[in-house]
Nanobody
């Protein structure tokens, strides 16, 4: 079981920056890790993800403005958001999973995806 707690959201003017953090209760270094967001009246969408092999992906609208990173020692995932736009206003969620786990000599995949409770980001124009 993994628990995720986001922080760092808030209100900022367009063009400003915020850095979101996601603290995990356990190691997530062997998990797919990502950030999603959901704006009012819209579906939840992927913002960025780090795969288990370290490859990163971004949705087109945030490419070049957002940077996903991690601190494995602290089991923390980050999302640096620069040049924020009003369209970035949403609740941001971090996720972890599926995860590759080891129990003794046995390796297996925990197929669950864990979600944080979300943090609100509001960008005013």
């Amino acid at each position: 079981q993994v628990q995720l707690v986001e922080s760092g959201g808030g209100s900022v003017q367009a063009g400003g920056s915020l850095k979101l953090s996601c603290a995990a209760s356990g190691s997530i270094s062997n998990c797919e890790r990502g950030w999603y967001r959901q704006a009012p009246g819209k579906e939840r969408e992927l913002v960025s993800r780090i795969n288990r092999d370290g490859a990163t992906i971004y949705r087109d609208s945030v490419q070049g403005r957002f940077t996903i990173s991690q601190d494995n020692a602290k089991s923390t995932l980050y999302l640096q958001m620069n040049s924020l736009k009003s369209d970035d206003t949403a609740v941001y969620y971090c996720t972890a999973g599926p995860c590759r786990r080891t129990s003794g000599a046995v390796s297996y995949t925990d197929s669950r995806t864990y979600w944080g409770q979300g943090t609100q980001v509001t960008v005013s124009s």
